[in-house]
């Protein structure tokens, strides 16, 4: 007898239930068949059954004390004043902070679960899954670099009077999760050379393949026999310009998400009143974000992941600079 049903039962159905089995004129098999129970759950209702309906509610399966295992009270109190001290904080750099300011040594998940409890985050919807191809991250350093521009947000510039429109140049490591980033008054080709030529000095090395997309700071759109600008300094350099599939910005993955987390970490609070006051802070705000422990890297900073990829010899650039 295999009837269990994947539901909880209504208080009625328990009730008419035990009461049937309990006049002793039908048999179990009928009961269960009948009210679509399972028989161990009819005799765990006829156990605590006292003749009242009040006695069949669900009672509460809350455990009566904490789970040995479970956060304790310490460890709950240094993760309400890190996040105190730090509006805004990530989860992956409370993470970090809370390994090496309390040698905190539970798991990344356990940590979400218990700010989802505190209330800081809200039970995330469930998505459709998108059946994605798996993609090749290199894992040398200097193997590819993906490169894309941002705008900076408008309401970030607290002077009224400038009305210009500034840009952000991202670059980043595709091994290391090294980022640079630099700020433009324009978009186009001639900041998109340089921008080039600054990620070389940056990171030291001329990478193999730098991958971007197809932008008219990159690239020409339509067929043309007139070189690009910015191909012909890749062509200069003997680096490999790589363009991703139009309008599939999640082939250029890595930049991308960097992009979210800027919005999430630095623009939500920026304020600005100038140009070069916008590139001083982003300048502060490059060397932070490049110390911050990423999931991908086993929590560890960019700047540790390059030099472990170069103490094990894991290169691949073209020459150093």
């Known amino acids: 007898m295999a009837i269990i049903s994947q539901r909880f039962h209504d208080i009625k159905t328990k009730f008419h239930a035990v009461t049937a089995y309990r006049s002793g ?3 179990v098999y009928h009961i269960c068949t009948k009210y679509h129970i399972s028989k161990a759950s009819l005799m765990r209702w ?7 309906i009040d006695s069949l509610k669900e009672k509460s399966r809350r455990p009566h004390s904490p789970h040995p295992n479970s956060h304790t009270v310490l460890e709950i109190s240094s993760i309400e004043r890190l996040i105190k001290r730090n509006p805004g904080i990530g989860l992956t750099e409370l993470y970090t902070k809370l390994r090496s300011l ?4 539970r798991h990344y998940c356990s940590l979400y679960r218990v700010l989802v409890r505190l209330g800081y985050y809200a039970k995330p919807k469930p998505k459709r899954k998108r059946r994605l ?4 991250t290199p894992e040398k350093l200097g193997e590819k670099i993906q490169i894309d521009v941002k705008y900076v947000p408008k309401e970030c ?4 009077r400038d009305d210009y429109r500034y840009y952000q140049y991202t670059a980043i490591d595709e091994a290391s999760r090294e980022r640079f980033i630099c700020f433009y008054r324009e978009i186009s080709s001639y900041s998109s050379v340089d921008f080039l030529r600054r990620t070389i000095r940056h990171f030291g090395y001329v990478p193999r393949v730098v991958q971007t997309d197809n932008g008219l700071e990159f690239s020409h759109f339509k067929e043309t026999k007139i ?12 680096i490999v310009h790589k363009t991703i599939k139009p309008r599939t910005p999640r082939h250029n993955g890595k930049v991308e998400r960097s992009h979210r987390t800027d919005n999430e970490r630095f623009y939500s609070t920026l304020r600005f009143y100038s140009f070069e006051d916008l590139q001083k802070q982003g300048r502060r705000y490059l060397y932070r974000s490049n110390r911050i422990g990423m999931t991908p890297l086993n929590y560890k900073t960019p700047i540790e992941k390059r030099l472990e990829l170069m103490e094990s010899g894991l290169v691949n650039w073209l020459r150093t600079v």
């Open 46 to 52: 006829n156990k605590v059954f006292d003749g009242t």
């Open 25 to 27: 004129r039908y048999s």
């Open 227 to 238: 070189i690009h600008p910015f191909d012909r300094e890749c062509e200069r350099l003997g």
């Open 102 to 105: 309390y040698g905190y040594s």
């Open 133 to 136: 191809k798996k993609y090749h």
């Open 157 to 160: 510039n607290a002077n009224t």
